[in-house]
Protein backbone atom coordinates (compact mmCIF):
# COMPACT_ATOMS: atom_id res chain seq x y z
CA UNK A 1 0.00 0.00 0.00
CA UNK A 2 0.72 3.64 -0.89
CA UNK A 3 3.50 5.18 2.34
CA UNK A 4 1.52 7.16 4.34
CA UNK A 5 4.45 8.87 6.46
CA UNK A 6 5.86 11.90 4.18
CA UNK A 7 8.98 12.17 6.75
CA UNK A 8 9.40 8.41 5.47
CA UNK A 9 9.72 9.43 2.00
CA UNK A 10 12.03 12.79 2.64
CA UNK A 11 13.98 10.34 4.09
CA UNK A 12 14.18 7.76 1.72
CA UNK A 13 14.88 10.16 -0.82
CA UNK A 14 17.65 11.94 0.97
CA UNK A 15 19.12 8.27 1.66
CA UNK A 16 19.06 7.57 -2.04
CA UNK A 17 20.02 10.75 -4.00
CA UNK A 18 21.08 9.14 -7.41
CA UNK A 19 17.36 7.19 -7.20
CA UNK A 20 14.87 10.21 -7.41
CA UNK A 21 14.75 13.65 -8.67
CA UNK A 22 12.25 16.09 -7.40
CA UNK A 23 10.09 18.83 -9.53
CA UNK A 24 9.26 16.84 -12.61
CA UNK A 25 6.26 16.92 -14.62
CA UNK A 26 4.75 14.63 -16.83
CA UNK A 27 7.10 14.29 -19.95
CA UNK A 28 6.96 11.21 -22.49
CA UNK A 29 11.03 10.67 -21.72
CA UNK A 30 11.21 6.50 -21.20
CA UNK A 31 11.67 6.05 -17.64
CA UNK A 32 12.07 10.00 -16.02
CA UNK A 33 12.60 9.03 -12.45
CA UNK A 34 10.49 11.78 -10.14
CA UNK A 35 9.33 12.26 -6.99
CA UNK A 36 7.44 14.88 -4.64
CA UNK A 37 7.65 14.86 -0.94
CA UNK A 38 3.90 14.96 -1.22
CA UNK A 39 3.76 11.84 -3.02
CA UNK A 40 4.82 7.94 -4.04
CA UNK A 41 7.83 8.24 -5.90
CA UNK A 42 7.57 7.33 -9.44
CA UNK A 43 8.84 7.24 -12.53
CA UNK A 44 6.74 8.03 -16.56
CA UNK A 45 6.98 6.11 -19.07
CA UNK A 46 5.68 7.31 -22.35
CA UNK A 47 3.71 4.30 -23.65
CA UNK A 48 2.63 3.33 -27.83
CA UNK A 49 -1.07 3.67 -27.95
CA UNK A 50 -2.09 1.66 -31.10
CA UNK A 51 -5.12 2.09 -32.95
CA UNK A 52 -6.13 3.08 -36.47
CA UNK A 53 -3.64 0.83 -38.96
CA UNK A 54 -1.75 -1.03 -36.52
CA UNK A 55 -0.09 2.30 -36.10
CA UNK A 56 1.28 4.17 -33.09
CA UNK A 57 0.52 7.79 -33.65
CA UNK A 58 1.45 8.92 -30.25
CA UNK A 59 2.64 8.16 -26.64
CA UNK A 60 0.77 8.30 -23.80
CA UNK A 61 2.34 9.48 -20.46
CA UNK A 62 1.59 6.47 -17.46
CA UNK A 63 3.04 6.44 -13.83
CA UNK A 64 4.36 3.75 -12.52
CA UNK A 65 4.50 3.87 -8.68
CA UNK A 66 7.55 2.76 -6.55
CA UNK A 67 5.31 0.43 -4.22
CA UNK A 68 3.55 -0.79 -7.79
CA UNK A 69 5.82 -0.89 -10.45
CA UNK A 70 4.18 -3.12 -12.84
CA UNK A 71 0.81 -0.84 -12.66
CA UNK A 72 -0.13 1.50 -15.26
CA UNK A 73 -1.53 5.15 -13.36
CA UNK A 74 -2.98 7.57 -15.74
CA UNK A 75 -4.30 10.94 -14.95
CA UNK A 76 -7.86 10.63 -15.17
CA UNK A 77 -9.13 13.79 -16.82
CA UNK A 78 -6.00 13.11 -19.72
CA UNK A 79 -7.60 9.51 -19.59
CA UNK A 80 -10.83 10.46 -21.00
CA UNK A 81 -9.61 13.31 -23.11
CA UNK A 82 -7.13 10.91 -25.10
CA UNK A 83 -9.39 7.93 -25.35
CA UNK A 84 -12.44 8.91 -25.07
CA UNK A 85 -11.65 12.70 -27.18
CA UNK A 86 -13.74 14.30 -24.04
CA UNK A 87 -12.13 17.73 -23.25
CA UNK A 88 -15.05 18.97 -21.53
CA UNK A 89 -14.89 17.09 -18.14
CA UNK A 90 -14.34 19.22 -15.57
CA UNK A 91 -12.19 18.29 -12.96
CA UNK A 92 -12.64 19.73 -9.17
CA UNK A 93 -10.59 19.40 -6.24
CA UNK A 94 -11.00 19.88 -2.63
CA UNK A 95 -7.84 19.15 -0.37
CA UNK A 96 -7.24 15.22 -1.18
CA UNK A 97 -11.02 14.58 -2.72
CA UNK A 98 -11.06 14.73 -6.64
CA UNK A 99 -14.31 15.06 -8.30
CA UNK A 100 -14.45 14.58 -12.32
CA UNK A 101 -17.62 16.25 -13.71
CA UNK A 102 -18.91 15.07 -17.19
CA UNK A 103 -21.57 16.95 -19.51
CA UNK A 104 -24.28 14.56 -18.07
CA UNK A 105 -23.45 16.12 -14.84
CA UNK A 106 -22.37 12.23 -13.78
CA UNK A 107 -19.19 12.47 -11.22
CA UNK A 108 -16.43 9.90 -10.70
CA UNK A 109 -14.77 11.06 -6.65
CA UNK A 110 -11.80 9.64 -5.72
CA UNK A 111 -10.50 10.43 -2.05
CA UNK A 112 -6.46 10.26 -2.56
CA UNK A 113 -6.30 10.01 1.24
CA UNK A 114 -8.49 7.18 1.88
CA UNK A 115 -8.61 5.50 -1.46
CA UNK A 116 -12.08 5.76 -1.29
CA UNK A 117 -14.17 5.76 -4.94
CA UNK A 118 -17.47 7.24 -5.04
CA UNK A 119 -19.61 7.43 -8.56
CA UNK A 120 -22.96 8.74 -9.94
CA UNK A 121 -24.19 7.11 -13.67
CA UNK A 122 -20.85 5.39 -14.84
CA UNK A 123 -22.28 4.34 -17.82
CA UNK A 124 -21.83 7.81 -19.30
CA UNK A 125 -18.45 7.80 -18.78
CA UNK A 126 -18.15 5.11 -21.66
CA UNK A 127 -19.78 7.62 -23.96
CA UNK A 128 -16.99 8.20 -26.52
CA UNK A 129 -17.43 11.82 -28.16
CA UNK A 130 -16.79 10.74 -31.81
CA UNK A 131 -18.79 7.51 -31.65
CA UNK A 132 -21.43 7.44 -33.91
CA UNK A 133 -24.10 5.98 -30.94
CA UNK A 134 -23.97 9.70 -30.09
CA UNK A 135 -23.12 12.32 -32.20
CA UNK A 136 -25.12 10.59 -35.48
CA UNK A 137 -28.44 11.15 -35.99
CA UNK A 138 -30.61 8.12 -35.66
CA UNK A 139 -34.26 6.71 -36.19
CA UNK A 140 -34.69 7.45 -32.09
CA UNK A 141 -35.19 10.75 -30.72
CA UNK A 142 -35.22 10.36 -26.83
CA UNK A 143 -37.91 12.15 -25.03
CA UNK A 144 -37.12 12.01 -21.66
CA UNK A 145 -35.91 10.03 -19.04
CA UNK A 146 -36.50 9.03 -15.16
CA UNK A 147 -34.67 7.72 -12.51
CA UNK A 148 -35.44 6.12 -9.04
CA UNK A 149 -33.78 5.02 -6.03
CA UNK A 150 -30.48 5.78 -4.80
CA UNK A 151 -27.92 6.95 -6.58
CA UNK A 152 -24.68 7.13 -5.57
CA UNK A 153 -22.26 4.45 -5.23
CA UNK A 154 -19.34 4.45 -2.51
CA UNK A 155 -15.82 1.36 -2.52
CA UNK A 156 -13.81 1.25 -0.46
CA UNK A 157 -10.60 0.47 -2.59
CA UNK A 158 -8.49 -0.75 0.37
CA UNK A 159 -10.83 -4.05 0.36
CA UNK A 160 -9.24 -4.55 -2.61
CA UNK A 161 -5.52 -3.37 -2.04
CA UNK A 162 -5.93 -0.36 -5.04
CA UNK A 163 -4.24 2.41 -4.30
CA UNK A 164 -4.98 6.63 -5.87
CA UNK A 165 -2.82 8.35 -5.89
CA UNK A 166 -2.83 12.53 -6.49
CA UNK A 167 -0.77 15.47 -6.96
CA UNK A 168 -1.37 19.53 -7.00
CA UNK A 169 -4.57 19.68 -9.03
CA UNK A 170 -4.17 15.95 -10.66
CA UNK A 171 -5.45 12.45 -9.61
CA UNK A 172 -4.09 9.27 -10.85
CA UNK A 173 -5.44 5.74 -10.96
CA UNK A 174 -4.93 2.54 -12.14
CA UNK A 175 -5.39 2.31 -16.08
CA UNK A 176 -7.84 -0.66 -15.77
CA UNK A 177 -9.53 0.72 -13.04
CA UNK A 178 -10.94 3.32 -15.36
CA UNK A 179 -11.38 0.58 -17.51
CA UNK A 180 -13.96 -1.46 -15.69
CA UNK A 181 -16.83 0.85 -16.14
CA UNK A 182 -15.83 2.75 -19.04
CA UNK A 183 -15.87 -0.64 -21.64
CA UNK A 184 -18.63 0.54 -23.17
CA UNK A 185 -21.68 -2.13 -24.40
CA UNK A 186 -20.82 -1.42 -27.89
CA UNK A 187 -17.44 -3.18 -26.84
CA UNK A 188 -15.25 -0.38 -26.39
CA UNK A 189 -12.58 0.07 -24.07
CA UNK A 190 -8.77 0.85 -23.51
CA UNK A 191 -6.59 -2.16 -22.87
CA UNK A 192 -2.64 -2.42 -21.41
CA UNK A 193 -0.57 -5.67 -22.71
CA UNK A 194 1.85 -5.17 -19.81
CA UNK A 195 3.78 -3.07 -23.14
CA UNK A 196 2.13 -1.08 -25.05
CA UNK A 197 -2.03 0.85 -24.91
CA UNK A 198 -4.51 -1.29 -27.40
CA UNK A 199 -7.67 0.94 -28.43
CA UNK A 200 -10.12 -2.14 -28.34
CA UNK A 201 -13.35 -0.98 -30.99
CA UNK A 202 -14.66 -4.47 -31.56
CA UNK A 203 -17.70 -2.78 -33.40
CA UNK A 204 -15.68 0.08 -35.23
CA UNK A 205 -18.43 2.43 -33.71
CA UNK A 206 -15.99 5.47 -34.10
CA UNK A 207 -17.10 7.90 -36.59
CA UNK A 208 -13.93 8.53 -37.77
CA UNK A 209 -13.70 4.91 -39.09
CA UNK A 210 -11.13 2.63 -36.84
CA UNK A 211 -9.64 0.20 -39.44
CA UNK A 212 -7.80 -2.90 -38.34
CA UNK A 213 -4.96 -4.99 -39.87
CA UNK A 214 -4.95 -8.90 -39.56
CA UNK A 215 -2.44 -9.08 -37.19
CA UNK A 216 -3.44 -6.16 -34.82
CA UNK A 217 -4.55 -8.28 -32.23
CA UNK A 218 -2.03 -10.94 -32.67
CA UNK A 219 0.71 -7.85 -32.01
CA UNK A 220 -1.63 -7.44 -28.63
CA UNK A 221 -1.19 -10.99 -27.33
CA UNK A 222 2.05 -11.49 -27.99
CA UNK A 223 3.26 -10.24 -25.19
CA UNK A 224 0.82 -12.31 -22.65
CA UNK A 225 2.31 -15.65 -24.50
CA UNK A 226 6.06 -15.78 -22.64
CA UNK A 227 6.16 -17.68 -20.27
CA UNK A 228 10.12 -16.66 -19.57
CA UNK A 229 9.50 -14.76 -16.83
CA UNK A 230 7.40 -15.19 -13.88
CA UNK A 231 4.45 -12.42 -13.05
CA UNK A 232 5.22 -9.72 -10.62
CA UNK A 233 4.03 -9.48 -7.28
CA UNK A 234 2.00 -6.44 -7.81
CA UNK A 235 0.08 -7.48 -10.63
CA UNK A 236 -0.72 -10.57 -8.87
CA UNK A 237 -2.41 -8.49 -6.05
CA UNK A 238 -3.66 -6.06 -8.05
CA UNK A 239 -5.07 -8.35 -10.71
CA UNK A 240 -7.21 -10.00 -8.51
CA UNK A 241 -8.47 -7.09 -6.61
CA UNK A 242 -9.47 -5.84 -9.72
CA UNK A 243 -11.45 -9.21 -10.53
CA UNK A 244 -12.99 -9.31 -7.48
CA UNK A 245 -14.14 -5.74 -7.74
CA UNK A 246 -15.76 -6.17 -11.67
CA UNK A 247 -17.58 -9.09 -10.13
CA UNK A 248 -19.00 -7.61 -6.70
CA UNK A 249 -19.71 -4.01 -7.92
CA UNK A 250 -20.15 -3.85 -11.65
CA UNK A 251 -21.84 -7.10 -12.66
CA UNK A 252 -25.64 -7.42 -13.14
CA UNK A 253 -27.98 -10.28 -11.11
CA UNK A 254 -28.72 -13.29 -14.09
CA UNK A 255 -30.04 -16.52 -13.03
CA UNK A 256 -27.65 -18.93 -15.03
CA UNK A 257 -24.25 -18.55 -13.19
CA UNK A 258 -22.17 -21.78 -12.65
CA UNK A 259 -20.80 -20.66 -9.50
CA UNK A 260 -24.65 -19.97 -8.51
CA UNK A 261 -26.00 -16.07 -7.61
CA UNK A 262 -26.70 -16.62 -4.19
CA UNK A 263 -23.47 -17.23 -3.42
CA UNK A 264 -21.84 -14.40 -4.91
CA UNK A 265 -24.27 -11.86 -3.29
CA UNK A 266 -24.25 -13.10 0.02
CA UNK A 267 -19.80 -13.54 0.39
CA UNK A 268 -18.78 -11.69 -2.36
CA UNK A 269 -15.78 -12.83 -5.18
CA UNK A 270 -13.50 -13.63 -2.76
CA UNK A 271 -15.22 -14.88 -0.04
CA UNK A 272 -16.75 -17.38 -2.74
CA UNK A 273 -13.61 -18.49 -3.87
CA UNK A 274 -11.98 -18.82 -0.31
CA UNK A 275 -15.43 -21.43 0.87
CA UNK A 276 -15.91 -23.14 -2.57
CA UNK A 277 -12.96 -22.73 -4.99
CA UNK A 278 -9.76 -22.27 -2.95
CA UNK A 279 -7.88 -23.76 -5.78
CA UNK A 280 -8.86 -21.35 -8.39
CA UNK A 281 -8.18 -18.48 -6.25
CA UNK A 282 -5.08 -20.24 -5.85
CA UNK A 283 -4.37 -20.35 -9.37
CA UNK A 284 -5.59 -16.72 -9.91
CA UNK A 285 -2.66 -15.81 -7.22
CA UNK A 286 -0.10 -17.91 -8.59
CA UNK A 287 3.09 -16.36 -10.07
CA UNK A 288 3.46 -19.28 -12.91
CA UNK A 289 1.63 -17.53 -15.87
CA UNK A 290 0.54 -20.89 -17.37
CA UNK A 291 -1.17 -21.71 -14.09
CA UNK A 292 -2.74 -18.27 -13.28
CA UNK A 293 -4.24 -18.59 -17.12
CA UNK A 294 -5.74 -21.80 -15.79
CA UNK A 295 -7.49 -20.24 -12.78
CA UNK A 296 -8.64 -17.19 -15.22
CA UNK A 297 -10.28 -19.21 -17.52
CA UNK A 298 -11.40 -21.68 -14.53
CA UNK A 299 -13.00 -18.44 -13.29
CA UNK A 300 -14.96 -16.93 -16.35
CA UNK A 301 -16.26 -20.46 -16.79
CA UNK A 302 -17.86 -20.09 -13.50
CA UNK A 303 -19.05 -16.78 -14.29
CA UNK A 304 -20.47 -18.07 -17.38
CA UNK A 305 -24.17 -16.95 -17.21
CA UNK A 306 -25.39 -18.02 -20.96
CA UNK A 307 -23.23 -15.68 -23.31
CA UNK A 308 -22.73 -12.35 -21.35
CA UNK A 309 -19.98 -13.45 -19.42
CA UNK A 310 -17.26 -15.09 -20.84
CA UNK A 311 -13.29 -15.07 -21.43
CA UNK A 312 -12.37 -13.68 -24.62
CA UNK A 313 -9.77 -15.35 -25.83
CA UNK A 314 -10.16 -17.94 -28.73
CA UNK A 315 -10.59 -21.86 -27.54
CA UNK A 316 -7.91 -22.77 -29.83
CA UNK A 317 -5.52 -20.79 -28.26
CA UNK A 318 -3.82 -23.28 -26.34
CA UNK A 319 -1.03 -20.91 -25.70
CA UNK A 320 -3.38 -19.01 -23.58
CA UNK A 321 -4.33 -21.37 -21.26
CA UNK A 322 -7.72 -22.17 -22.49
CA UNK A 323 -8.97 -24.95 -20.35
CA UNK A 324 -9.65 -28.33 -21.86
CA UNK A 325 -12.35 -29.95 -20.07
CA UNK A 326 -10.75 -33.39 -20.58
CA UNK A 327 -7.56 -32.29 -18.47
CA UNK A 328 -9.31 -30.69 -16.24
CA UNK A 329 -11.43 -33.61 -14.97
CA UNK A 330 -7.70 -35.14 -14.17
CA UNK A 331 -7.43 -32.72 -11.54
CA UNK A 332 -9.10 -33.69 -8.61
CA UNK A 333 -9.46 -29.64 -7.68
CA UNK A 334 -10.94 -28.94 -11.12
CA UNK A 335 -13.54 -31.61 -11.10
CA UNK A 336 -16.82 -30.01 -9.83
CA UNK A 337 -15.91 -26.56 -11.73
CA UNK A 338 -14.78 -28.86 -14.93
CA UNK A 339 -18.38 -30.40 -14.85
CA UNK A 340 -20.06 -27.45 -14.43
CA UNK A 341 -18.79 -25.41 -16.98
CA UNK A 342 -18.98 -28.94 -19.24
CA UNK A 343 -22.53 -28.72 -18.33
CA UNK A 344 -22.77 -25.32 -19.19
CA UNK A 345 -21.72 -25.44 -22.38
CA UNK A 346 -23.01 -28.94 -23.52
CA UNK A 347 -26.45 -26.70 -23.08
CA UNK A 348 -25.38 -23.89 -24.91
CA UNK A 349 -24.36 -26.02 -27.48
CA UNK A 350 -27.34 -27.86 -27.49
CA UNK A 351 -28.84 -24.83 -28.04
CA UNK A 352 -26.83 -24.00 -30.64
CA UNK A 353 -28.08 -26.61 -32.75
CA UNK A 354 -31.48 -25.85 -31.66
CA UNK A 355 -30.99 -22.34 -33.89
CA UNK A 356 -29.03 -24.89 -36.71
CA UNK A 357 -31.78 -26.74 -37.04
CA UNK A 358 -34.52 -24.20 -37.03
CA UNK A 359 -32.27 -22.22 -40.01
CA UNK A 360 -32.38 -25.12 -41.72
CA UNK A 361 -35.95 -25.80 -41.16
CA UNK A 362 -36.28 -22.30 -42.62
CA UNK A 363 -34.85 -23.43 -45.53
CA UNK A 364 -36.97 -26.13 -46.28
CA UNK A 365 -40.30 -23.91 -45.62
CA UNK A 366 -39.65 -20.45 -46.69
CA UNK A 367 -38.68 -19.98 -50.59
CA UNK A 368 -35.52 -17.65 -51.45
CA UNK A 369 -34.46 -18.26 -47.84
CA UNK A 370 -30.31 -17.68 -47.25
CA UNK A 371 -29.10 -19.26 -44.20
CA UNK A 372 -28.57 -16.57 -41.17
CA UNK A 373 -30.44 -13.79 -43.04
CA UNK A 374 -33.33 -11.96 -41.85
CA UNK A 375 -36.51 -13.26 -44.21
CA UNK A 376 -39.96 -12.28 -44.92
CA UNK A 377 -42.79 -14.79 -45.80
CA UNK A 378 -46.64 -14.52 -46.39
CA UNK A 379 -48.72 -17.55 -46.07
CA UNK A 380 -51.76 -16.52 -48.23
CA UNK A 381 -53.85 -19.74 -46.64
CA UNK A 382 -53.96 -18.34 -42.72
CA UNK A 383 -53.07 -14.96 -43.78
CA UNK A 384 -50.33 -14.66 -41.47
CA UNK A 385 -47.13 -12.75 -42.42
CA UNK A 386 -43.59 -14.06 -41.50
CA UNK A 387 -40.90 -11.63 -40.53
CA UNK A 388 -37.44 -13.40 -38.88
CA UNK A 389 -34.36 -11.88 -37.95
CA UNK A 390 -31.54 -13.63 -36.01
CA UNK A 391 -30.16 -10.30 -34.32
CA UNK A 392 -30.75 -6.83 -33.68
CA UNK A 393 -28.03 -5.23 -36.30
CA UNK A 394 -27.88 -1.29 -34.97
CA UNK A 395 -26.30 0.26 -38.42
CA UNK A 396 -25.82 3.54 -36.63
CA UNK A 397 -23.43 4.66 -39.54
CA UNK A 398 -25.93 4.43 -42.42
CA UNK A 399 -28.88 6.16 -40.18
CA UNK A 400 -26.70 9.17 -39.66
CA UNK A 401 -25.52 9.10 -43.31
CA UNK A 402 -29.24 8.80 -44.27
CA UNK A 403 -30.46 11.38 -42.29
CA UNK A 404 -27.39 13.91 -43.40
CA UNK A 405 -28.35 13.59 -47.03
CA UNK A 406 -32.30 13.34 -46.68
CA UNK A 407 -32.93 10.40 -48.49
CA UNK A 408 -35.95 8.69 -49.62
CA UNK A 409 -37.61 6.36 -46.93
CA UNK A 410 -36.71 3.86 -49.92
CA UNK A 411 -33.14 4.03 -49.18
CA UNK A 412 -32.81 2.96 -45.62
CA UNK A 413 -30.24 0.50 -44.73
CA UNK A 414 -32.34 -2.72 -44.63
CA UNK A 415 -29.87 -5.14 -45.57
CA UNK A 416 -27.41 -3.78 -43.11
CA UNK A 417 -30.01 -2.62 -39.89
CA UNK A 418 -32.81 -4.32 -38.27
CA UNK A 419 -35.02 -1.71 -37.74
CA UNK A 420 -34.93 -0.57 -41.05
CA UNK A 421 -35.47 -4.43 -42.29
CA UNK A 422 -38.19 -4.81 -40.35
CA UNK A 423 -40.35 -1.69 -40.63
CA UNK A 424 -39.98 -2.31 -44.70
CA UNK A 425 -41.48 -6.00 -44.16
CA UNK A 426 -44.64 -4.38 -42.32
CA UNK A 427 -45.34 -2.46 -45.51
CA UNK A 428 -45.15 -5.32 -47.52
CA UNK A 429 -47.35 -7.23 -44.66
CA UNK A 430 -49.74 -4.18 -45.72
CA UNK A 431 -49.28 -4.71 -49.07
CA UNK A 432 -50.19 -8.36 -48.85
CA UNK A 433 -53.44 -7.93 -46.73
CA UNK A 434 -51.96 -9.87 -43.69
CA UNK A 435 -54.03 -9.98 -40.98
CA UNK A 436 -51.39 -11.66 -38.73
CA UNK A 437 -48.36 -10.88 -37.95
CA UNK A 438 -45.28 -12.82 -36.59
CA UNK A 439 -41.72 -11.94 -35.26
CA UNK A 440 -39.49 -14.74 -35.44
CA UNK A 441 -36.79 -14.48 -32.69
CA UNK A 442 -36.28 -18.61 -32.58
CA UNK A 443 -32.73 -18.57 -33.47
CA UNK A 444 -32.16 -14.48 -32.33
CA UNK A 445 -29.16 -14.31 -29.77
CA UNK A 446 -29.66 -10.21 -29.36
CA UNK A 447 -27.93 -6.99 -30.31
CA UNK A 448 -28.56 -3.87 -30.10
CA UNK A 449 -31.37 -1.79 -27.50
CA UNK A 450 -31.72 0.84 -30.23
CA UNK A 451 -33.59 -1.88 -32.60
CA UNK A 452 -35.80 -3.22 -29.58
CA UNK A 453 -36.60 0.46 -29.30
CA UNK A 454 -37.26 0.79 -32.49
CA UNK A 455 -39.49 -2.34 -33.11
CA UNK A 456 -41.74 -1.32 -30.35
CA UNK A 457 -42.12 1.75 -31.77
CA UNK A 458 -43.76 0.80 -34.88
CA UNK A 459 -46.23 -1.06 -32.45
CA UNK A 460 -46.73 1.50 -30.12
CA UNK A 461 -47.52 4.29 -31.94
CA UNK A 462 -44.00 5.56 -32.59
CA UNK A 463 -42.92 5.38 -28.51
CA UNK A 464 -41.16 3.41 -26.44
CA UNK A 465 -39.76 2.33 -23.17
CA UNK A 466 -36.68 0.50 -21.76
CA UNK A 467 -36.16 0.37 -18.04
CA UNK A 468 -32.78 -0.74 -16.36
CA UNK A 469 -32.38 -1.25 -13.05
CA UNK A 470 -28.72 -0.49 -11.99
CA UNK A 471 -27.90 -3.02 -9.11
CA UNK A 472 -24.46 -0.73 -8.46
CA UNK A 473 -26.63 2.42 -7.50
CA UNK A 474 -30.06 0.88 -6.72
CA UNK A 475 -32.04 2.47 -9.07
CA UNK A 476 -33.94 2.35 -12.08
CA UNK A 477 -33.31 4.55 -14.83
CA UNK A 478 -36.27 3.86 -17.93
CA UNK A 479 -35.71 5.33 -21.50
CA UNK A 480 -38.58 7.06 -23.20
CA UNK A 481 -37.98 7.63 -27.10
CA UNK A 482 -39.67 8.60 -29.71
CA UNK A 483 -39.55 6.55 -32.98
CA UNK A 484 -39.23 8.28 -36.86
CA UNK A 485 -41.81 5.99 -38.33
CA UNK A 486 -42.16 7.98 -41.32
CA UNK A 487 -38.36 8.40 -41.50
CA UNK A 488 -38.43 11.80 -42.76
CA UNK A 489 -36.67 13.13 -39.99
CA UNK A 490 -39.18 14.43 -37.54
CA UNK A 491 -40.70 13.30 -34.25
CA UNK A 492 -44.66 14.17 -34.80
CA UNK A 493 -47.43 13.07 -35.04
CA UNK A 494 -47.36 11.79 -38.36
CA UNK A 495 -44.99 8.67 -37.06
CA UNK A 496 -47.97 8.20 -34.85
CA UNK A 497 -50.29 7.89 -37.22
CA UNK A 498 -48.13 5.78 -39.74
CA UNK A 499 -47.76 3.46 -36.82
CA UNK A 500 -51.40 2.98 -36.25
CA UNK A 501 -51.85 1.50 -39.37
CA UNK A 502 -49.44 -1.89 -38.62
CA UNK A 503 -52.92 -2.68 -36.47
CA UNK A 504 -52.13 -6.56 -37.14
CA UNK A 505 -52.61 -9.29 -34.89
CA UNK A 506 -48.59 -9.68 -33.33
CA UNK A 507 -47.05 -12.71 -32.46
CA UNK A 508 -43.31 -13.23 -31.20
CA UNK A 509 -42.08 -16.57 -31.42
CA UNK A 510 -38.70 -17.46 -29.13
CA UNK A 511 -37.35 -20.28 -28.13
CA UNK A 512 -34.55 -21.25 -25.22
CA UNK A 513 -31.80 -19.98 -27.77
CA UNK A 514 -33.47 -16.24 -27.94
CA UNK A 515 -31.52 -14.17 -25.39
CA UNK A 516 -30.65 -10.79 -24.48
CA UNK A 517 -32.27 -8.25 -26.63
CA UNK A 518 -34.13 -11.57 -27.94
CA UNK A 519 -35.49 -12.24 -24.45
CA UNK A 520 -35.76 -8.34 -23.61
CA UNK A 521 -38.74 -7.42 -26.54
CA UNK A 522 -40.75 -10.52 -26.47
CA UNK A 523 -41.30 -9.54 -22.31
CA UNK A 524 -42.19 -6.06 -23.36
CA UNK A 525 -44.32 -7.14 -26.28
CA UNK A 526 -46.07 -9.79 -23.78
CA UNK A 527 -46.70 -6.74 -21.17
CA UNK A 528 -48.36 -4.65 -24.03
CA UNK A 529 -50.50 -6.72 -24.51
CA UNK A 530 -49.54 -9.52 -28.07
CA UNK A 531 -49.03 -12.79 -28.20
CA UNK A 532 -45.47 -15.36 -27.11
CA UNK A 533 -45.26 -18.49 -29.53
CA UNK A 534 -42.93 -21.43 -29.41
CA UNK A 535 -40.92 -22.37 -26.26
CA UNK A 536 -39.79 -20.01 -23.23
CA UNK A 537 -36.79 -17.52 -23.92
CA UNK A 538 -33.21 -18.08 -23.02
CA UNK A 539 -32.99 -15.30 -20.73
CA UNK A 540 -29.77 -12.82 -20.75
CA UNK A 541 -30.74 -9.72 -18.74
CA UNK A 542 -28.13 -7.79 -18.84
CA UNK A 543 -26.42 -4.90 -21.04
CA UNK A 544 -22.62 -6.69 -22.05
CA UNK A 545 -19.35 -4.78 -21.63
CA UNK A 546 -15.82 -5.49 -22.56
CA UNK A 547 -13.07 -5.82 -19.82
CA UNK A 548 -9.44 -6.55 -19.35
CA UNK A 549 -7.38 -7.33 -16.80
CA UNK A 550 -4.22 -5.29 -16.17
CA UNK A 551 -2.14 -8.27 -17.88
CA UNK A 552 -4.57 -7.56 -20.56
CA UNK A 553 -6.86 -10.69 -21.14
CA UNK A 554 -10.02 -9.48 -22.53
CA UNK A 555 -13.04 -10.97 -21.31
CA UNK A 556 -16.97 -9.95 -21.52
CA UNK A 557 -19.48 -9.76 -18.19
CA UNK A 558 -22.54 -8.71 -17.52
CA UNK A 559 -22.95 -4.97 -16.15
CA UNK A 560 -24.69 -3.90 -13.63
CA UNK A 561 -27.28 -2.22 -15.47
CA UNK A 562 -30.01 -5.22 -15.89
CA UNK A 563 -33.09 -4.68 -18.63
CA UNK A 564 -35.97 -5.44 -16.73
CA UNK A 565 -39.65 -5.93 -17.80
CA UNK A 566 -42.30 -2.66 -17.40
CA UNK A 567 -42.62 -4.12 -13.74
CA UNK A 568 -39.28 -3.42 -13.10
CA UNK A 569 -38.51 -7.56 -12.74
CA UNK A 570 -35.66 -9.24 -13.62
CA UNK A 571 -36.23 -10.88 -17.29
CA UNK A 572 -33.03 -13.62 -16.82
CA UNK A 573 -35.07 -16.66 -16.23
CA UNK A 574 -36.95 -15.86 -19.38
CA UNK A 575 -40.40 -15.66 -20.83
CA UNK A 576 -43.06 -17.91 -20.69
CA UNK A 577 -45.12 -18.52 -24.22
CA UNK A 578 -48.92 -18.20 -24.69
CA UNK A 579 -49.14 -20.62 -27.32
CA UNK A 580 -46.67 -23.36 -27.38
CA UNK A 581 -45.06 -24.89 -30.46
CA UNK A 582 -43.73 -28.09 -30.78
CA UNK A 583 -40.02 -29.33 -30.71
CA UNK A 584 -40.08 -32.44 -29.50
CA UNK A 585 -36.87 -34.88 -28.39
CA UNK A 586 -35.06 -37.47 -30.98
CA UNK A 587 -34.94 -40.72 -29.62
CA UNK A 588 -31.61 -41.49 -31.41
CA UNK A 589 -29.61 -38.25 -30.54
CA UNK A 590 -30.78 -36.09 -28.27
CA UNK A 591 -28.85 -32.98 -29.25
CA UNK A 592 -30.69 -33.06 -32.39
CA UNK A 593 -33.96 -32.39 -31.29
CA UNK A 594 -36.96 -32.65 -33.91
CA UNK A 595 -38.24 -29.39 -35.66
CA UNK A 596 -40.12 -30.49 -38.28
CA UNK A 597 -43.05 -29.48 -36.77
CA UNK A 598 -42.14 -26.23 -35.64
CA UNK A 599 -43.29 -23.83 -38.31
CA UNK A 600 -46.95 -25.18 -38.01
CA UNK A 601 -48.63 -22.32 -40.23
CA UNK A 602 -51.99 -23.64 -40.05
CA UNK A 603 -51.78 -23.50 -36.20
CA UNK A 604 -50.32 -20.57 -35.49
CA UNK A 605 -52.65 -18.52 -38.14
CA UNK A 606 -55.92 -20.17 -36.00
CA UNK A 607 -54.20 -19.61 -32.83
CA UNK A 608 -53.26 -15.58 -33.49
CA UNK A 609 -56.96 -15.19 -35.04
CA UNK A 610 -58.94 -16.65 -32.22
CA UNK A 611 -56.37 -14.80 -29.94
CA UNK A 612 -57.15 -11.23 -30.55
CA UNK A 613 -60.93 -11.91 -31.84
CA UNK A 614 -62.00 -12.68 -27.98
Known amino acids: MKIKS ?67 YVNVKEYYKEFFAHDDYLLLRDDYVYQLINNNDDYLRFDSKYNIFAFSGTDSFSNHK ?101 RENDIITYNYGQICLTFDHFRGLTSQLNFGDNNLLSLGTNGLLLEYYPKIRELLLSSDKEKYYEGYNLFMGGMYDG ?45 HMLAMLLVAQRRNLFPGYTDGANYYYYDNATETAYIGFDSFAYDARSWDEFYKKSKDPSEAPVN ?9 KLYQAKEDNAKNLVLDLSANGGGSTAIVHGIIGLMNGARSSISLNNVSHHNRNTEHVLVDINLDGKWDSLD ?59 FSHSSEKCLSNAKGENIDSGVPVDFELEIKENPLNPDLPDVSKFYDFNAIGEYLSNAYNK
Open 6 to 72: KLALLTALLSSPMMFLTGCSDSLDNYITVAYIDVEPYVIKGVNIYRENNKVDKLFPVRFYQNTPNIP
Open 130 to 230: EAINFNGQSFLKLDYSSSHGYVEKIINLNDYKIDIHSEGDNVYVPLQLLGIFSGASWLYNVAYNGKDIYVIDYQGILSNGVKRVPDYYEGYYSILKDFSSP
Open 307 to 351: GHTKSLISNADVDLGQYSIDKLDQEEYAKEIAMAIDGAFKVDAKK
Open 416 to 424: TDTYAFVRS
Open 496 to 554: YEEAINFNFNYGIITTNFSFSCGNLLPSLLKEMGYKTLGQRSGGGSCTVELNTTVEGLM
